[in-house]
């Protein structure tokens, strides 16, 4: 029996909904997880198929290095994550210029020796940053507490926080300029495509501030995760179990009820009935407004900026192990000469470790090769018949294939199998609208969204909700969440 009888449904079990529900779990409520698919992980899931292990979307374990995201979550549940420390984060291509990103800075100091100055700031400023993630940053202040502890913290590490202050407002391709960065094409170029896959958008739009910690990801270190990323959704599944809660897979949540601005119980697909004190909702804002029977205002519709936001487009690839020789390769950002990136002009490629058996039959490996793409065009084409999307889908895997050739030998050759994923999949598999995943791009620190929704008892966990995208991103926020659901609603914890 749990201590508390407040009872907490958490619809998705995403990381950012297994994170909310294992602490929950934890501090003694009762809690119930639903998830539409048959397996736990949504973008960072790794899924079965022919004898391999695929990572579906997220492949790069971040927030793992000591007092990180990801390793005080693990030390507050008592998991013991199956990772693996990475001697390089990856490794980015533009043409003939070859980069390892890891711990140290200096091949990138070495390719763009200008850069020296911008790295020192961005380096302190990412300490900071790191540290306020740790301190759980009540950001965007919900309510009178979270303001009385911003207060506190701002006035604690004042410092810190005034050497910030002029970047808070600045894009990052200002930041740049006042290094005399910014009309270093080859500097730019390389900045853009390390900003688009940590905060979904380019120099030109993504705020100095989210960029200082996002190009700090390689610098803390990186690990793989023995039998995919989606060893990370598993362990936290079986934590919210170990904890007393339940996970049931192939619930499709459907429905929300309410009375007021009150929620009182949720609905899946086969029209059991959930009743809950506090519903959780590991979903996009879109996706949730979608569950009301009515519009729900300041619900629907994903905050808008001058940035777009994003799908994905992606590869699964089963291929002969001869394809990459000796040589110990995990992830390589391939970035084309000129043009926008996304669409096919920039991939990233991870191909699983060859020690890691669970992964891949003996001789192959699996390999994920994903590329942002923008949904509406995919969603027209499925709109237009099969046979127009089959088309899209043919020709962007061709394009695709032919960029891999030029780094792989023969790589088109020894394919096994090949799978793909398009935005109109990800709305499919992971209920977001549009397909868009990734998050949102992270523009300004003044339109983010927090938790909270109009209604008192409900509350958002994911990558919608401020800090954003990724692992760590989501796990800081579904730490802030469980501490705000235990102080409104509180309990003992179970220790
Ligand atoms: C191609 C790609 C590459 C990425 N690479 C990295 C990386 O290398 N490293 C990194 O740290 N991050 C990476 N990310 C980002 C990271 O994967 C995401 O930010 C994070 O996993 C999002 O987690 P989430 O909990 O917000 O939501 P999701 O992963 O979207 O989970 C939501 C869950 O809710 C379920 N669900 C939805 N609707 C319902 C419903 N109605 N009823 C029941 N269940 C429902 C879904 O099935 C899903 O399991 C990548 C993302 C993508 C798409």
Redesign the pocket.
């Known amino acids: 029996m749990s201590e508390n009888q407040t009872r907490i449904v958490v ?9 909310t529900a294992a602490l929950l779990a934890k501090r003694g409520f009762p809690v119930t997880v ?4 048959a397996y ?6 790794t899924f079965e198929h022919n004898g391999y292990r695929f990572d ?8 793992f290095h000591k007092k990180g995201p990801l390793d005080l979550l693990g030390e507050e549940l008592g998991i013991s994550w199956p990772i693996l420390s990475c001697p390089a984060a990856w490794d980015f291509i533009q043409s003939d210029r070859r980069i390892h990103l890891s711990h140290s800075r200096q091949e990138i100091i070495r390719e763009f020796p200008s850069s020296e100055p911008f790295w020192e700031s961005q380096q302190s400023l990412a300490s900071f940053l790191w540290s306020l993630s740790g301190d759980l940053l009540p950001w965007p202040p919900g309510d009178i507490n979270d303001v009385a502890s911003l207060v506190r913290m701002v006035i604690r590490k004042a410092p810190s926080f005034s050497s910030m202050l002029p970047l808070v407002n600045k894009t990052t391709l200002q930041w740049l300029a006042s290094y005399g960065l910014d009309a270093d094409r080859d500097f730019v170029r390389f900045i853009d495509a390390q900003l688009l ?1 940590s905060v979904q958008t380019t120099a030109q739009y993504a705020n100095a501030v989210n960029a200082a910690i996002a190009l700090d990801l390689p610098a803390k270190g990186t690990h793989r995760l023995t039998a995919g ?1 989606g060893s990370v959704a598993e362990k936290l599944a079986k934590t919210v179990v170990d904890f007393g809660g339940t996970v049931v897979f192939g ?4 429905n929300i009820e309410h009375k007021g601005r009150r929620v009182h119980a949720v609905t ?1 697909g086969d029209e059991t009935r959930y009743p809950a004190d506090i519903v959780v909702a ?3 804002p879109d ?1 949730l407004g979608g ?1 009301f029977r009515e519009p729900v205002a300041r619900i629907d519709g994903m905050k808008k900026g001058p940035a777009h936001f994003w ?2 487009f ?1 590869l699964y690839l089963g291929v002969e192990e001869s394809v990459f020789g000796n040589k110990p390769i995990s ?1 390589v950002q391939i970035v084309g000469e000129s043009g926008e990136l996304g669409e096919g002009n920039s991939l ?1 490629v ?1 191909v699983s470790p060859s020690d890691d058996s669970l992964r891949a039959p003996e001789g192959f490996r699996a390999v ?1 090769v ?1 590329t942002h793409s923008r949904p509406e065009p995919w969603f027209q084409a499925r709109a237009a018949g099969k046979e127009v999307y089959e088309r899209r889908k043919e020709a962007y895997t061709q394009n695709i294939m032919s960029l891999l050739v030029q780094h792989f030998n023969e790589i088109d050759k020894k394919v096994d199998i090949i799978r793909s994923a398009t935005p109109v999949t ?1 709305e499919r ?4 609208k549009q397909g868009y ?3 949102y791009p992270q523009t300004s620190l003044f339109s983010v969204r927090g938790p909270g929704t109009p209604f008192s008892n409900l509350f958002l ?4 909700v401020f800090p ?7 796990v800081t926020g579904a730490r802030r969440l469980a501490d705000l659901v235990e102080r409104r609603f509180g309990t003992r914890s179970k220790k």
């Open positions: 619809i998705g079990a995403g990381i950012g909904g297994l994170s639903l998830e539409s698919q736990p992980g949504g973008c960072a899931a579906a979307g997220a492949t790069v374990g971040c927030g896959i990323i619930a499709d949540v459907q899946a590991n979903l996009t996706s569950l799908s994905a992606v992830h990233f991870s994920t994903s990800w598999y992971t209920g977001r995943v990734g998050g966990t994911g990558d919608s954003g995208q990724s692992l760590p991103g989501v």
